[in-house]
C-alpha cells in the first residue's frame, strides 16, 4: 500500500502558530519577539483582517478622541496613542486579535495626574509605565493577572464604567468640572451649575440624547452600520446646523509629531515614579484580561465551523484542505506585557498616552472576523488617514457627542446578568465586588484591586479555615480493655495559621486519655504556624502525662514538621507511624503498662522490629 501524499499548503500561507511546550517547560527569550507565524498571506485571511480593521477603526476613532479629551491631555494625545501604540502593541503583542490603544480606565488614572503634574508629565510617565509593563512581561510575570478573583474583576470594571460616566456629567451638562476631584462630587457639582447655565445645558443634554439613542437604536435597525460614529457625525451636523452654543473639540495635529525623548528631572522622575507604576499596573491587568476575555471569543469562522463540522472539509486554492486555525485566540500573556510595554513607550516618545488592551474594541475585531495581527494594524492606519486627512471635519465634533459616546460605552461595560450572578452567589463574593466597586469610585483604581484581593483573600483563607477540622474516631477493629483511654484524632484539611489555634484547643480541651494518636495523613496543607500549634499540643500533652504517637505524616509536610521542633517534642523517636494498626498496637502496650503500675518503655515499640523501622 502506497502512502497517501500530505496536502499542499496554499500559497503564501504559514502553518497555524501551535504550542510545541508544555507550560512548565523552560521558554526561550526569543518567545517574546514576533515570529513567521504572526503573518498569513492567504487573500482569504487578509480580506477578513482589512474589513475587521476598518471596521475597528471607525469604531474606535471617536473612542480615541473622547478618552484623550477625558484624561485631560486633549483629542490630539488620544489619536497618537490609537496609532503608534496600536501598531506597536499588535506586532509585539501577544494576542493575535487585541486592539490596544486609550482606554476609559486609563483615562481616569490619568486624570488626576495632569492634574496635579499638568498634560506634559503624561509621555513622561507612559514611557516610565511602559518600561515596568515591559520588565514585567520579559521576568514572565504575565500570568499573575490568573490569580486575581472573578469578584474583583467585576467590581472593578463596573466601579470604572460609574466613574467613566460621572467623568462625562459636566461636559454632557455644558459645564466646567473641577478637574482632578472625586468625579462623584464634581457630578454633583455639574448639576448644580447646570441650573443657572440653563439653554447651553439643553442644548448639550440634547445633544447627549441624541447620541445616546442612535447608539441604542441604530444596531437594532441595521447592526453592520458603526453606531458611535454615525451618531458622533449626526450630532455634529445638527449642531453645525443649528448653531448650537456647544463646545467643540478644536484644533487637532494634522500630523504624526516626531518622536522625542521627554526632558528627564531627578525631582520629577521621584514625582512621577509611584503614578507610572500605578498605570503600569492597570495596563498589565486591564492588556491582560482583555486578552484572556478575547480567547475565549468565538469568531464568525470558528461559529461557522462548529455548525458544520460533521460537513464534508472545505477546500482551498490549489485543492488543499483549510482547516479554522485554532490558534487565531490563543495568547502568552508575558509576551502581551513585552507588546504593551514597548506600546506605551513609542505612544509616550510621540507626546502619547499610556495604552493598554481595549476590551470593548478587541470584541469589535474578533466580532468582524479578524485573523491576525493585521487587523488592529489597518485599525491604527484608518485613524492615522484621519489625522492627515480629516482634521477639520473632526475638529467641529461638539465635546458634548463625545461625552454622549462615553456614557452609553459606560453602561454597555456593566453586565447586569454577571453582577447579579456574582451577588447572589455566595454573601463573600458579593462582599468582595461591592467592595472594590465602591472603593473604585471614592478611593483610587489601584488600591481598590489590592484592597479587593485583601477582603477576597480573607474570605478564602476563612473558608479554608473552617474546613480544617479535628475529628474523634473509634478504634479499629474490636474493643479490648483499655480502649477507653486512647484518644484517636484525625486532623483534616489545613493546619495554618487560621486554624491552628482552634485546633489545638479542641484536642487540648477533649482530654480523659493516656495515650492520644493523631493522624496527619489527611492534611492538605501544614505552614509555620500549623506546624508550630502541632508542636505545642505535643509538648502541652506529654507534660501533662498523655503519651502522643504520630500516624501517616506526608512526605511534603515532613521537612517543615522536622525544623519547626514538633518530632523533637515527641517522647521517643518510636512514636512515630506510618501507618495506623502498628499505632493502635503501641498505644495499647502503653496503656497495659500504666495499667500494670509500669512506666518502663518496652525493649520494642510493637515486638516486631520490622515494623519499628516503617516510620513515616
Do not use: C
Not at 440624547?209 to 447592526?223: E, G, Q, T
Not at 528627564?264 to 491587568?285: M, T
Request: hydrophobic share 50%; glycine share 8%.
Amino acid at each position: 500500500m502506497t502512502r497517501a501524499p500530505r496536502p499542499s499548503r496554499p500559497l503564501g500561507s504559514t502553518p497555524p502558530a501551535r504550542s510545541t511546550r508544555s507550560p512548565r517547560s523552560v521558554r526561550s527569550p526569543r518567545d517574546l519577539l514576533p515570529s513567521r507565524a504572526d503573518v498569513d498571506l492567504r487573500p482569504r485571511t487578509l480580506r477578513a483582517d482589512l474589513l475587521a480593521g476598518i471596521t475597528v477603526g471607525v469604531v474606535a476613532l471617536p473612542l480615541a478622541l473622547a478618552f484623550g479629551v477625558s484624561a485631560g491631555v486633549g483629542p490630539g494625545p488620544g489619536l497618537v496613542t490609537a496609532v503608534v501604540a496600536g501598531i506597536v502593541a499588535a506586532v509585539f503583542g501577544g494576542s493575535r486579535v487585541q486592539v490596544s490603544g486609550p482606554t476609559g480606565a486609563m483615562a481616569v488614572v490619568l486624570a488626576p495626574i495632569v492634574a496635579q503634574h499638568g498634560p506634559a508629565a503624561v509621555p513622561l510617565v507612559a514611557i516610565l509605565a511602559g518600561v515596568v509593563v515591559l520588565l514585567a512581561g520579559v521576568t514572565r510575570l504575565g500570568r499573575v493577572v490568573t490569580f486575581i478573583p472573578w469578584p474583583v474583576v467585576e467590581g472593578f470594571t463596573a466601579g470604572i464604567a460609574a466613574i467613566i460616566f460621572l467623568q462625562q456629567v459636566p461636559a454632557a451638562l455644558g459645564v466646567t468640572g473641577a478637574v482632578g476631584g472625586n468625579p462623584l462630587i464634581v457630578a454633583v457639582d455639574s448639576v448644580v451649575a447646570a441650573f443657572a447655565n440653563g439653554p447651553t445645558a439643553l442644548w448639550t443634554l440634547g445633544t447627549v440624547a441624541l447620541v445616546a439613542v442612535v447608539m441604542l437604536v441604530l444596531p437594532r435597525i441595521s447592526p453592520a452600520l458603526p453606531a458611535s460614529l454615525v451618531a458622533v457625525v449626526l450630532a455634529t451636523v445638527v449642531v453645525q446646523l443649528t448653531g448650537a452654543p456647544v463646545a467643540r473639540i478644536g484644533a487637532l495635529p494634522d500630523s504624526l509629531p516626531l518622536p522625542t525623548v521627554p526632558h528627564l528631572d531627578a525631582g520629577v522622575l521621584r514625582s512621577l515614579i509611584g503614578p507610572a507604576v500605578a498605570v503600569a499596573a492597570l495596563a498589565a491587568i486591564e492588556s491582560l484580561l482583555s486578552a484572556r476575555v478575547a480567547a475565549a471569543m468565538p469568531s464568525p469562522e470558528q461559529g461557522r465551523s462548529a455548525a458544520s463540522r460533521t460537513a464534508t472539509p472545505s477546500r482551498g486554492p490549489s485543492g488543499a484542505t483549510t482547516v479554522p486555525d485554532d490558534a487565531t485566540h490563543r495568547y502568552d500573556p508575558d509576551r502581551e506585557l513585552v507588546g504593551q510595554g514597548l506600546a506605551s513607550i513609542a505612544s509616550g516618545m510621540f507626546g502619547g498616552m499610556p495604552a493598554t488592551g481595549a476590551i470593548a474594541r478587541t470584541a469589535v475585531n474578533v466580532r468582524a472576523g479578524a485573523r491576525t495581527r493585521l487587523a488592529a494594524v489597518v485599525h491604527s492606519v484608518v485613524i492615522l488617514g484621519v489625522i492627515y486627512l480629516a482634521t477639520g471635519p473632526v475638529s467641529a465634533i461638539p465635546l458634548a457627542a463625545l461625552a454622549g459616546v462615553l456614557m452609553v460605552t459606560a453602561v454597555r461595560m456593566v453586565s447586569v446578568a454577571t453582577l447579579r450572578a456574582v451577588l447572589t452567589s455566595t454573601r463573600a463574593d458579593a462582599v468582595v465586588l461591592v467592595v472594590t466597586a465602591v472603593v473604585t469610585i471614592a478611593v483610587d483604581l489601584i488600591e481598590a484591586v489590592q484592597i479587593g484581593l485583601l477582603v477576597a483573600a480573607f474570605f478564602a483563607l476563612r473558608s479554608v479555615a473552617k474546613a480544617a477540622a479535628v475529628h474523634r474516631e473509634p478504634l479499629p477493629g474490636p474493643a479490648l480493655p483499655g480502649d477507653e483511654h486512647i484518644a484517636l484524632y484525625r486532623l483534616d484539611g489545613a493546619m495554618f495559621f487560621g486554624a491552628a489555634d482552634r485546633i489545638h484547643a479542641q484536642i487540648r480541651d477533649d482530654q480523659d486519655a493516656l495515650v492520644v494518636v493523631l493522624r496527619l495523613s489527611h492534611l492538605r496543607l501544614v505552614d509555620a504556624t500549623g506546624a508550630h500549634a502541632l508542636g505545642e499540643l505535643v509538648a502541652d500533652l506529654e507534660r501533662s502525662g498523655v503519651t502522643v504517637l504520630v500516624k501517616g505524616i506526608q512526605p511534603a509536610h515532613l521537612p517543615v514538621l522536622t525544623r519547626v521542633g514538633v518530632l523533637d517534642e515527641l517522647r521517643h523517636e518510636k512514636h512515630l507511624f506510618a501507618d495506623l494498626p502498628p499505632a493502635i498496637e503501641h498505644a495499647r502496650s502503653h496503656v497495659a503498662r500504666a495499667q500494670a503500675g509500669t512506666g518502663a518503655p518496652p525493649a520494642s515499640t510493637t515486638g516486631d522490629p520490622a515494623r519499628d523501622a516503617l516510620t513515616a
